[in-house]
């Protein structure tokens, strides 16, 4: 089983739930948390993208990124809880989440010394890592999350990058890190196909 930061979900989601209490009384459904996390992924994606030298957006990256995490969290959360689970919300889950980690990460392009055609790579993968863990379902397995590079894992890892930005590191290390990302996306684009393959009932015949 690959490790990933996606294993410490459930204790997140503890901490997270007098927040979804407090949603729930006020009547908040799942898919205006997730259009909201969106929206605000945007917005930030959009002031890093017309703002790169501006050292204070990148340090407050990792806390954006954590915020982001919460929300998407709590949109599954509540539509547990709350009976609410519908194919436009399971739909919106997967849009959403693509369109804010491309809205987030290829900003980071535009900083000096940072090789833009790796930061598209990292994208693309990124994208085709979470395509690879849809895919799953067409061939009767459940959404693969496996890692070492989820959805969680790629935010940590620019959490860390708006870190490194913001205290001076050199380009050099920044390179250095989105190369690591885009092997373990890679790594992980063939373990969700392969235990999708694995677990599929054709498999089993």
Not at 1 to 14: A, E, G, V
Not at 73 to 86: E, F, R
Not at 132 to 153: H, T
């Amino acid at each position: 089983m690959s490790i990933s930061i996606y294993q410490l979900k459930p204790r997140f989601q503890q901490l997270l739930r007098p927040f979804l209490n407090f949603l729930t009384r006020l009547g908040v459904t799942p898919n205006q948390v997730t259009l909201a996390a969106m929206l605000l992924s945007l917005g930030y994606g959009a002031a890093l993208a017309l703002a790169p030298q501006c050292m204070g957006l990148w340090l407050g990256l990792p806390c954006f990124l954590l915020l982001r995490m919460a929300l998407n969290a709590i949109d599954g959360m509540l539509a547990n809880s709350t009976g609410n689970k519908t194919a436009l919300g399971a739909l919106l889950n997967e849009l959403c989440d693509q369109v804010s980690d491309a809205a987030l990460y290829l900003p980071v392009a535009l900083l000096a010394g940072i090789s833009p055609q790796l930061l598209v790579l990292v994208v693309v993968f990124a994208l085709l890592a979470e395509f690879a863990g849809v895919l799953a379902s067409s061939i009767g397995v459940a959404r693969r999350f496996d890692g070492p590079m989820g959805k969680s894992d790629r935010a940590f890892a620019f959490g860390l990058l708006g870190l490194l930005v913001w205290a001076g590191v050199a380009p050099i290390w920044l390179n250095a890190l989105l190369a690591v990302v885009l092997l373990l996306s890679l790594v992980t684009v063939f373990n969700r196909l392969r235990q999708a393959l694995r677990l599929s009932p054709q498999a089993t015949r």
